[in-house]
Each structure stands twice: as structure tokens, then as C-alpha cells.
């Protein structure tokens, strides 16, 4: 099982920026694609980007050309960086890694726990 801890949320003014950490660990077979989400109160979680093992990218329209995702295979860790913040932007940021625990076996994905990002007007 692959256990994933977020890090890096806090509070920003808007226009700021802000740099995510999401590190994975634990045991597996392979990771596949890795991404983040947001939620705020009374919303569902929406997709904010995800990258994949080749390093393909996909994000909401509301953050491109703002926030970049990247990972590092290596450490097993994704990064979400966050550039010209806006206020809607604050949610709670919750990291996805999508892996296999073992060969053949089933898909599977793994959450934090969360880090929440407040943007300030």
C-alpha cells in the first residue's frame, strides 16, 4: 500500500506563490499517475492537474498558464507549483497516486490527508 503525505499549503497573498510537496511511500509494484485536487466547503473535490510516469501533463482550465505540476520519479515525490494566486484558489489540496501493489494486480489509488492553501485578497 502506498501511503502519501502533502506539504506546503499555508497562507499567501493573491498574486503570490506557493509550492506543494506530496512524498509517497510505502510498498508497490508501480506508480502510474499522480495528481492534485481541491476542495473547498460545500464543493466537490475537482481536478487541479495531473502528471503521468512519462511526464504528460493535463490541468483545469482555471489554472493554466498558473500552477505547474512536476514530479521526481526517484523520490516518488509530485510537486504542484503555484504561481499568480487568486482567491478562489484557497481549498484543501489533496495529493493522488494511482499505483499497482503488485504485478497484474489490481489499480489502485492512494490520498493524503490534505493541505489547505488560503489565498488572501
Known amino acids: 500500500q502506498v501511503q502519501v503525505v502533502e506539504s506546503g499549503g499555508g497562507l499567501v497573498q493573491a498574486g503570490g506563490s506557493l509550492r506543494l510537496s506530496c512524498a509517497a511511500s510505502g510498498r508497490f509494484f508501480s506508480v502510474n499517475v499522480m495528481g492534485w485536487y481541491r476542495q473547498s466547503p460545500g464543493k466537490e473535490r475537482e481536478l487541479v492537474a495531473t502528471v503521468s510516469t512519462a511526464g504528460s501533463t493535463n490541468y483545469a482550465d482555471s489554472v493554466k498558464g498558473r500552477f505547474t505540476i512536476s514530479r521526481d520519479n526517484a523520490k516518488m515525490t509530485l510537486y504542484l507549483q503555484m504561481n499568480s494566486l487568486k482567491t478562489e484558489d484557497t481549498a484543501g489540496y489533496y495529493c493522488?497516486?494511482?499505483?499497482?501493489?503488485?504485478?497484474?494486480?489490481?489499480?489502485?489509488?492512494?490520498w493524503g490527508q490534505g493541505t489547505q492553501v488560503t489565498v488572501s485578497s
Open positions: 493522488s497516486v494511482g499505483y499497482w501493489a503488485i504485478s497484474g494486480g489490481p489499480y489502485s489509488d492512494s
